[in-house]
């Protein structure tokens, strides 16, 4: 995989979206999603409040990017106002424990995921749906491999998302960082 400096001028469009890297500025609007306790229960992490440990998620994000060149795009409606509605992208697991990795960590055992989240507000519109296809379209254009959405059992929306999106239920593990049982959502290529 290249990895260089694009990552930092990205930007994919949707009908109604803006998909983009986040800066230092979205951290006052991301910080509804990351304070919210289901979540960040569902991304496997505590809620954040404070506007510097926002600030702290973005930059370890746009470490991500630059190390791995993909990463959690910032959802925003496209128009003369736009809002930001949540996250959505791409990160390394090393499905020998289904913890988050790095393409050289995990090595052969890498695995591209696909995950979402969007401000309470702004759920049940199809913008995690649109954004998410938008992202594995994406990917699939950049080679990365087969891509999986490891969701919890009681997580019955983002359940139906990745029905939507064409994604099947193959096997339920229990992560090394969360030990909740989760199921893993294999995508099929090109959906």
């Known amino acids: 995989m290249t990895r260089d400096s694009s990552w930092e001028r990205l930007r994919l469009h949707t009908d109604r979206l803006c998909l983009r890297v986040a800066v230092a500025a979205d951290a006052e609007a991301l910080r509804e999603l990351f304070a919210d306790p289901e979540v960040m229960r569902d991304l496997g992490r505590k809620p954040v409040g ?8 973005i930059d370890e994000a746009t470490r991500g990017w630059r190390a791995e060149g993909l990463g959690p795009f ?36 890498a695995q ?23 992202i594995r379209d994406w990917a699939g254009g950049r080679s990365i491999g087969r891509l999986v959405s490891p969701i919890s059992p009681d ?6 998302l990745a029905e939507r999106l064409g994604a099947v239920p193959a096997e339920t593990v229990t992560p090394a960082d969360t030990g909740r049982p989760t199921v893993v959502w294999r995508h099929r290529p090109g959906g």
């Open 74 to 109: 910032v959802l925003e409606t496209a128009g003369p106002d736009p809002r930001v509605v949540g996250q959505a992208g791409l990160m390394v697991f090393d499905s020998r424990d289904w913890t988050p990795s790095t393409w050289d960590r995990a090595g052969a055992h």
């Open 50 to 57: 404070r506007l510097d440990e926002v600030e702290a998620m």
């Open 155 to 160: 997580n019955v929306p983002s359940q139906r």
């Open 112 to 134: 591209p995921e696909l995950g979402w989240s969007l401000i309470p507000a702004h759920r049940g519109r199809g913008y995690a749906t649109e954004a998410a296809a938008a």
